[in-house]
């Protein structure tokens, strides 16, 4: 593994990795099996896997992104930033759909409460973990990626990754799959495989809601001034 890709769910990271991998012709392992399900203990255990991999797509991994980083000593990290509003609305959009998800249940982190509440606590300390591992891992090998400015020029934010990285890209690629929905497909509904983008919180998200997740905003706000 050279790059994880990883934040918290529904932040663009499947966008990102696939047109990395494909712009950059590198291989890609994408939400592995042994990351779906409880609290990552031992993130070396995996290492023979990883190793036959360029990139690993694994948001989970943000949630022990220091050890990871520790553990795969040749590996950067790029994190993707969105605003948690309008990463809640994501997720709500899948659970009024029907269709079963874990992406709010956080009690692996210790979160007792539920709904938007808990979201925005376990957000807050996704956020910590990032900002930790940015400051312990030593220079250039935290590259924070907000998810508005990606939305705004994709092809031109994965060309900077890839000069972060030292690869060569085409960007013609990155053009031509940029407004596919390359997220898995069993995560939104077949009936919808849009892409809604950034801002959507404000004509979907409840004003209650909103107001439950003023810790979230402010780790949002410190993650996107260590993005600068």
């Known amino acids: 593994m050279q790059l994880l890709i990883c934040g918290m769910?529904?932040?663009?990271?499947?966008?990102?990795?696939?047109?990395?991998?494909?712009?950059?012709?590198?291989?890609?392992?994408?939400?592995?099996?042994?990351?779906?399900?409880?609290?990552?203990?031992?993130?070396?255990?995996?290492?023979?896997?990883?190793?036959?991999?360029?990139?690993?797509?694994?948001?989970?991994?943000?949630?022990?992104?220091?050890?990871?980083?520790?553990?795969y000593p040749q590996a950067r990290a790029a994190v993707m930033v969105r605003d948690p509003r309008d990463v809640l609305c994501s997720i709500l959009e899948k659970v009024n759909a029907g269709m079963p998800t874990r992406m709010l249940e956080f009690t692996r982190l210790g979160v007792a409460e539920t709904g938007a509440a808990g979201f925005a606590t376990a957000y807050a300390t996704y956020a910590r973990t990032i900002l930790t591992a940015s400051a312990t891992a030593g220079a250039g090998r935290v590259h924070l990626v907000p998810y508005e400015e990606f939305c705004a020029d994709r092809p031109a934010r994965i060309a900077a990754l890839a000069d972060w990285l030292g690869w060569t890209s085409d960007r013609r690629v990155s053009e031509s799959i940029q407004s596919r929905q390359l997220g898995p497909y069993h995560t939104k509904h077949p009936s919808d495989q849009s892409i809604k983008g950034a801002g959507r919180w404000r004509t979907e998200l409840s004003e209650s809601d909103q107001a439950a997740l003023e810790p979230a905003l402010e780790a949002y706000a410190s993650l996107r001034e260590a993005a600068r």
Do not use: N, Q, Y
């Open 9 to 71: 769910h529904r932040s663009g990271t499947s966008a990102v990795a696939h047109m990395l991998s494909e712009s950059c012709r590198r291989t890609l392992l994408e939400d592995p099996d042994w990351a779906m399900t409880g609290r990552l203990i031992d993130v070396s255990a995996p290492a023979e896997e990883i190793a036959r991999f360029d990139i690993v797509k694994c948001p989970r991994m943000t949630e022990v992104l220091p050890d990871a980083l520790d553990a």
